[in-house]
């Protein structure tokens, strides 16, 4: 059973996101967590927290074991851009776009198959 947890209008560039959510895809919800407490970077904080929702949802609403638990997928994904603008020389303008990203994580149980005991 899949579950997940998403996390819109992050004010961070999916970019940046994207470098951290790259370190966690397919490992165990607890190694996860652990590297994502040592990475170096702000995203790492917000993946963390969506990651942390994503796991309280598996326990409470759907009775999984985090132990079982694996991030299955995750993705950041382009939000809207905030559009601004910066004055420069001789009147002109010029635009700066503060962009924002939807965090999704996708978490799924591992399944362990059974011997055969038809030897």
């Known amino acids: 059973m899949k579950v997940r947890a998403k996390y819109r209008f992050l004010r961070m560039s999916p970019q940046k996101v994207r470098q951290v959510v790259d370190l966690i895809r397919g ?6 967590l652990a590297i994502l407490k040592f990475t170096p970077r702000a995203a790492a904080r917000e993946v ?9 949802n598996a326990e409470n609403n759907a009775m999984l074991s985090r132990e079982d638990l694996y991030v299955a997928a ?3 994904d382009d939000g809207p851009r905030l559009k601004r603008w910066r004055a420069r020389a001789r009147g002109r303008a ?7 990203c939807h965090v999704t ?9 059974e011997a055969d005991e038809t030897v």
């Open 48 to 56: 963390s927290k969506v990651l942390k929702s994503a796991i309280a």
């Open 74 to 76: 995750i993705t950041a």
């Open 94 to 100: 010029d635009r700066i776009l503060k962009r924002t």
């Open 27 to 32: 490992r165990q919800v607890d190694n996860a």
């Open 105 to 113: 994580v996708v978490l799924d149980e591992y399944e362990y198959e």
